[in-house]
């Protein structure tokens, strides 16, 4: 597999960055961070935004976890509401469940809105209001023509973005098409009039050439109503074809297609996929494709090294975003009912640890694998910018990924300085599209979050900043212990 | 009075690990065995008593319900001159076995247990020849099967454990002692794990054990008989008489030196076991015939207004259509709130079509063949009526298998009435009633106007029909916003009330007190006025 000539690609684990190198990203992490944060902090919300109140009501949730459960179950059923009288009822037997989390006031408000139909009707319009504000604050329009208003908004303020069609879950073959489908005409109807925007220099350029303006995120489970990897060969052939001709239509179209992570039990699956089909000669100079790691996997550096090993093999950099992962309740609480072993880290540190760790080997190995950091967190991000420049790697080398409606001020800082910002946009209807809402609000106020405790927590700088695994030291000591799980069968 | 109480009861059992198909060595772990197994088709199993292989005038062929023309192997037929050999042996043995310490009989089953963990796939592919199983279910079963062992060596021990009123100068105990003999008349639908429970929960509480099992799964039967008798259970108390339920079977039920007849099946044969049962008690025998049955169910889901329509058709199709909806738990009726009533019925029905039928061995597949002729065509006769009582949204074809295999495609049938036999009778294939219901007290009447109450379950997300459900919905298992089969020992005690069974729980706290008789033994610890202290 590997050719004579070249030197050996050795593991993220065996082999760093040296040391001095190390101590120079790490003194410049903690000044990019400094001033990211500068920015950050000074531009809090102001009560006429519609942000002041999306942070007061999230902030507001978050004092009781019992409450913030309620609420987004709330959230989540929401869409499905039909009557006024329904929307109100489902919240006040929501919040009747957890009395002691509510404030005195809205206590009263809600036994005296119990009443009347006009008050009823009021609170479920007051609650309506209030959750579609939240979606359309993270869901970036329900139809093309408003997602593609919102991606020509971000190309002005000199932002990139991906599409992401949010639909239900695939649970048929008639469905399995029908995403497909709208895979494909989102690229023959969208791309061409894309590519006829005014170019962006900074976003429109890198080391090596042009970049497809259009840029598409696909979830391979969506091409295929049994993406089960129990039976991989199955799934290459129908998932498999379809994703084979995204990419052909992809190429047409100057389109670039990168392919999402979704729950650990389909990652090998999809790895495998994406490694066979871009290993095809059809597709093997394909270079308009990316796909993601996890960090908050346990196996993420390994599948990190084998990624790294196929590029080169292939003889393509694919991209590769950087990601701590979504599912983190998911999987922790599936592999404990399960009694299988727990794949994700369970000390966050150990996340944002091994999201530097892959930072730093991507950016060491530029010529097969393509950095895309994602992530809110200013550490993260100050370490990736701080490694780039340690190891000379020009602004276009590299990109930074965020998610729409999440930590703009930081991407306007990011894309003022010429760094190349994509906005994650996902768009859709929004029943299909409350499975995706609820996991930003679970992130936004989850206990372990940046942005919680950047935005809402106003936790010191210092320890935001922190090299994390200086925090796995610290906190090693008093690290919860978990149950030890068996080893899986077989 | 249904209420639970608040609070969290956290699990205290930990259940065998499923196995994890997305990890390549379990694949490749499921796929050997079936080769190896494949090369013993077509092997013969004599009936065991008192630990000597036996043969018959007669046997029992089974064939691989996919692929008939293939034998998975014959098994000799016990008669009732079989029955009385093996009580006699039975009644040597189970004196000497009831009195050993419950921690010495836990430990055989313990061991029992790790010895299914050795064979574990083998076990499973055996399921996958013999009852059509698809890997998730086969190996499933062979878990339950351990966690059956395991949970009642645990319970058997708690139950010797000590219990007791004393007062000074009186001591009481409670002591449970053994029934004696149990007839074990297990079905072939989770043909290792209900047999190994039925049989596991007998022998753990002193008494000994003869295994009926079906006809159709006997076979595999004789794994659990090899492995018994491996795991140091003795030759006595253990016997295996597969054979035909009307000889075997009714020949055991009457014997006057049976004691307990555990029995999972159908109503039919449950409630005739029954009656046979109580009219020879203190006739033929100078006791009460103990019955443990578990019969049929028709078990029906709710789909509210608001659910979550994603996860209820998932959770609707496994429950009705896994195994071929060949469970006693499956769901056969779903009864949908009008505002979603198409919507539902529209995705139901193209994640039916699209469901993967063929040979159980293919690990992709969903839905194989049902377990024997005689169960296809009494499926094809029910699709029969299903025509005449609703309209037919699909009827999956399955072609060419139906020639190698007893196939049946799924079928689902909409705007049937509540009335109707296909909304009143256990089916036990892979047919689904749709039902519409205009509010939730109609849908609840549905649901509980059946003859059953097994399972039950509902999709909603308002807490306060959540909480209607738990009170109004009669069945011994409910299921709030999940799928209603697969239940786990000691997390979900499984069992039905009304036609469904006499009201036990398999793989629950009470299971055991149906295998023993209790005793209290009080002493006057008083003598001349003096007592030992306290
Ligand atoms: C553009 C973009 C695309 C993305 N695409 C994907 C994708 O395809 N697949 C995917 O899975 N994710 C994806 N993500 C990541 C995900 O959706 C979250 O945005 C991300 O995990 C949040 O990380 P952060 O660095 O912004 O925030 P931080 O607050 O620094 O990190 C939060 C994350 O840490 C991890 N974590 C939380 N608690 C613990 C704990 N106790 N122990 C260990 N780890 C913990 C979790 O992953 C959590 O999400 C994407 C993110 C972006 C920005």
Redesign the pocket.
């Known amino acids: 597999m590997v050719a004579a000539s070249s030197p050996p690609l050795l593991p993220p684990w065996e082999a760093d960055l040296r040391p001095e190198q190390l101590a120079r990203i790490e003194e410049a992490t903690e000044q990019i961070g400094r001033e990211l944060f500068a920015r950050f902090r000074a531009d809090r919300a102001r009560i006429w935004q519609r942000r002041w109140w999306d942070d007061r009501i999230m902030a507001w949730a978050m004092r009781d976890e019992r409450l913030k459960v309620e609420l987004f179950r709330f959230v989540d059923v929401l869409p499905m509401l039909r009557s006024n009288e329904e929307v109100a009822g489902h919240l006040l037997e929501y919040l009747d469940r957890v009395p002691d989390a509510l404030p005195w006031w809205l206590r009263g408000l809600l036994r005296a809105s119990r009443n009347t139909r006009v008050t009823r009707a009021l609170l479920a319009r007051a609650a309506r209001l209030a959750s579609s504000d939240f979606a359309r604050r993270f869901i970036a329009g329900s139809t093309t023509e408003q997602v593609l208003r919102s991606a020509r908004r971000a190309r002005r303020q000199k932002q990139a973005f991906t599409l992401d069609i949010l639909g239900e879950a695939v649970i048929s073959e008639a469905e399995a098409e029908a995403y497909f489908r709208a895979y494909v005409d989102l690229i023959e109807n969208v791309a061409p009039t894309v590519n006829q925007w005014p170019t962006v220099e900074q976003l429109d350029q890198d080391v090596l050439g042009a970049l497809p303006r259009f840029n598409l995120s696909i979830k391979l489970s969506a091409l295929d109503c049994h993406f089960d990897a129990i039976d991989p060969e199955g799934v290459m052939q129908r998932a498999g074809e379809r994703f084979r001709q995204l990419l052909r239509i992809a190429k047409e179209h100057q389109a670039f297609i990168n392919v ?3 729950s650990f039990d389909k990652k090998d699956l999809t790895l495998h996929i994406f490694k066979t089909i871009l290993m095809e000669d059809e597709f093997r100079e394909t270079a308009d494709v990316g796909i ?1 790691i ?1 960090c ?1 996997l346990k196996s993420a550096l390994h599948d990190l090294h084998e990624l790294a090993l196929w590029a080169r093999e292939r003889g393509t950099p694919v991209w590769v ?1 950087i ?6 309740d998911y999987e922790t609480v599936h592999a404990r009912a399960e009694h299988w072993p727990i794949p ?5 540190w ?3 640890a091994t ?1 530097e760790r892959a930072t730093r080997y991507v950016m060491q190995h530029i010529e097969y694998l393509r950095p895309a950091l ?4 200013i550490r ?1 991000i100050a370490h990736g910018l701080a490694t780039a420049q340690v190891l000379d790697l020009p602004a276009s080398g590299f990109e930074i ?3 729409y409606g999440m930590a703009d001020v930081e991407k306007r800082a990011l894309a003022e300085r010429g760094y190349r910002v994509r906005v ?1 946009m996902p768009y859709g209807e929004l029943i299909p599209g409350m499975a995706y809402l609820v996991r930003r609000l679970l ?1 936004n106020t ?1 206990n ?4 919680r405790a950047g935005l809402y927590e106003q936790t010191p700088v210092e320890l935001l900043l922190r090299d994390p695994l200086q925090v796995g030291k610290q906190d090693g000591n008093r690290s919860r212990s978990r149950r030890a799980s068996p080893a899986p069968r077989g | 009075m249904t209420d639970a109480p608040p609070g969290s009861c956290p699990a205290t059992f930990a259940n065998e690990p499923h196995v994890d198909f997305s990890i390549q060595a379990n694949r490749d772990a499921m796929r050997s065995a079936i080769e190896r197994v494949r090369q013993k088709l077509g092997c013969h199993c004599p009936l065991v008593i008192n630990g000597n292989p036996t043969e018959t005038s007669n046997r029992i062929v089974s064939v691989i319900p996919y692929d008939f023309a293939v034998e998975v192997g014959t098994t000799a037929s016990a008669e009732a001159a079989h029955a009385d050999q093996a009580v006699e042996a039975a009644r040597a043995a189970q004196r000497d076995w009831s009195r050993r310490p419950a921690a010495e009989r836990a430990e055989r089953l313990r061991r029992l247990a790790d010895l299914m963990r050795k064979e574990f796939f083998e076990l499973a592919a055996w399921e996958v020849f013999e009852s059509a199983k698809p890997w998730r279910e086969a190996t499933a079963d062979v878990c339950e099967a351990i966690d059956f062992c395991e949970y009642y060596a645990q319970e058997a021990q708690r139950l010797a454990s000590c219990h007791g009123a004393d007062v000074p100068g009186e001591e009481n105990r409670f002591v449970y002692l053994p029934r004696g003999i149990a007839a074990v008349i297990a079905p072939w639908n989770f043909p290792l794990a209900i047999l190994t429970g039925m049989t596991a929960a007998a022998l753990a509480t002193g008494n000994a054990a003869i295994m009926k099992p079906a006809e159709q799964s006997s076979v595999i039967a004789s794994h659990l008989m090899r492995l018994g008798l491996e795991a140091g259970i003795p030759p006595g108390v253990l016997h295996y008489l597969p054979g035909r339920g009307e000889e075997v079977g009714a020949a055991l039920v009457e014997h006057p030196h049976v004691h307990l007849i555990a029995f999972t099946g159908s109503r039919d044969v449950g409630l005739a076991i029954h009656a046979r049962a109580a009219a020879v008690s203190g006739r033929s025998c100078k006791f009460v015939k103990k019955v443990i049955a578990e019969m049929g169910g028709k078990n029906a889901i709710v789909v509210d207004r608001d659910a979550d329509l994603d996860e209820a058709v998932a959770g609707v199709v496994y429950s009705a259509f896994g195994f071929q909806g060949q469970k006693c738990s499956a769901c056969s009726r779903v009864v949908v709130l009008e505002d979603v009533y198409d919507a539902f019925l529209h995705r139901l029905t193209e994640a039916t079509r699209s469901l993967p039928v063929g040979p159980a061995e293919e690990p992709a597949t969903i839905v194989s063949a049902v377990i024997d002729e005689e169960a296809r065509n009494r499926i094809l006769e029910y699709i029969a009526i299903g025509r005449e009582e609703g309209r037919e949204v699909l009827g999956v074809d399955v072609g060419d298998f139906a020639k190698r295999g007893y196939y049946v495609g799924p079928h689902i049938f909409a705007d049937i009435s509540p009335e109707a036999r296909l909304a009143q009778e256990e089916i036990f294939g892979p047919v689904l009633a749709v039902l519409k219901a205009s509010d939730l007290d109609e849908a609840f009447r549905i649901v509980n106007g059946v003859d059953y109450a097994l399972t039950g379950g509902i999709y909603s997300r308002s807490p306060a029909h959540l909480d209607r459900a738990r009170r109004e919905i009669e069945v011994g298992n409910l299921y709030l916003n999940r799928g209603i089969t697969g239940a786990l020992v000691g997390r979900q005690p499984f069992g039905g009330f009304k036609l469904s069974g006499i009201g036990s729980k398999a793989g629950g706290q009470d299971y055991l007190l149906q295998y023993v008789l209790p005793k209290t033994i009080t002493e006057n610890t008083m003598r001349r006025g003096f007592a030992p202290p306290e």
């Open positions: 999402d992570m979704e993601v996890q908050y975003r990601v701590k992962g979504a599912y983190w994700v880290f369970q000390q966050k150990q996340s944002d999201f994602a992530s809110h967190n993260s990924q965020m998610l994650y992130e989850s372990d979050s940046f942005l």
